[in-house]
């Protein structure tokens, strides 16, 4: 399989490894790892090829040459499985907190910084239960994922925080993401007649005329800004929704 260019190269090493051999230039390799898959049930496999050659004692014109398989399938994979939880959240499948602070270190001179803050999530749990307030992470976690598809980095910052960094620096196309993001969510559907609300914020950032951590601190404002603003309507449209679901009941 040769999907990536890392498949590529290591399967370019291996050709370029058995050809050496049987030329005599090399005497053996050992475990070059390549990508391989099943002919019949098309399961991707990790395979190291190990080889090597020796004279023949009976034709001094001709050498022996063996080599060995070896199925590392299951220790990639698990590999693979620990690299993305110390990088990903495991709930939402974004990237964490700890891939977003290093993620800072390769930012471009232009891009903005946007972050979200789920309404209401901390109610929703006391109420509803967690299993409810996960439901409602998941369903924020996808609407970003919906709206920012070409976006640099999305992650899951905190409990009930996301950031996202897009290349987009123009100041009607953040507001049209906003808006977006906004109707993406009031579509979702909940339990409950539940409605999914993220509060936001973000700074814009061109030419690298500010610091990172002033356009998280300025997109921070905003979005507490917009949250308290709203922190009252809010809440009376999650009580209208409970009072609603104990009256059926």
């Known amino acids: 399989v040769r999907d990536s260019k890392e498949d590529k190269h290591r399967f370019k ?15 053996s390799y050992d475990r070059i790892l390549v990508k391989h898959k099943h002919e019949k ?3 991707i496999l990790f395979i190291e090829h ?7 004692k009976t034709n001094h014109s001709s050498k022996l040459i063996g080599g060995v398989l070896l199925d590392v399938t299951a220790q990639i994979n698990q590999e693979q499985k620990i690299r993305f939880l110390a990088s990903h959240d495991t709930l939402t499948g ?3 907190r700890l891939y977003f602070d290093d993620f800072q270190k390769q930012l471009a001179k232009d891009y903005t910084l946007y972050l979200f803050d789920l309404d209401g999530l901390k109610l929703g749990n006391d109420i509803y239960g967690h299993q409810f307030g996960d439901l409602l992470i998941s369903k924020a976690a996808t609407v970003l994922k919906d ?3 070409k976006a640099q980095l999305i992650a899951r910052i905190g409990g ?12 009607d196309e953040c507001y049209n993401n906003l808006s977006k993001v906004r109707k993406k969510a009031q579509k979702e559907i909940l339990p409950y007649d539940y409605t999914l609300q993220l509060s936001a914020g973000y700074s814009i950032v061109r030419n ?7 356009a998280f601190s300025e997109a921070e404002n905003i979005l507490y800004q917009r949250k308290l603003s709203q922190r009252f309507s809010r809440k009376n449209k999650v009580l209208e929704s409970i009072m609603e679901t104990l ?3």
């Open 13 to 27: 090493m291996l050709t370029d490894a058995i050809k050496n051999i049987y030329r005599g230039t090399e005497q």
């Open 41 to 43: 049930t098309g399961e």
């Open 50 to 56: 190990s080889l090597g050659s020796i004279p023949s």
């Open 94 to 96: 974004l990237h964490n």
């Open 147 to 149: 709206v920012f598809m």
């Open 160 to 171: 009930d925080e996301f950031a996202v960094i897009c290349n987009c620096t123009s100041e």
């Open 208 to 214: 690298k005329n500010k610091s990172f951590n002033k």
């Open 247 to 249: 009256d059926a009941k």
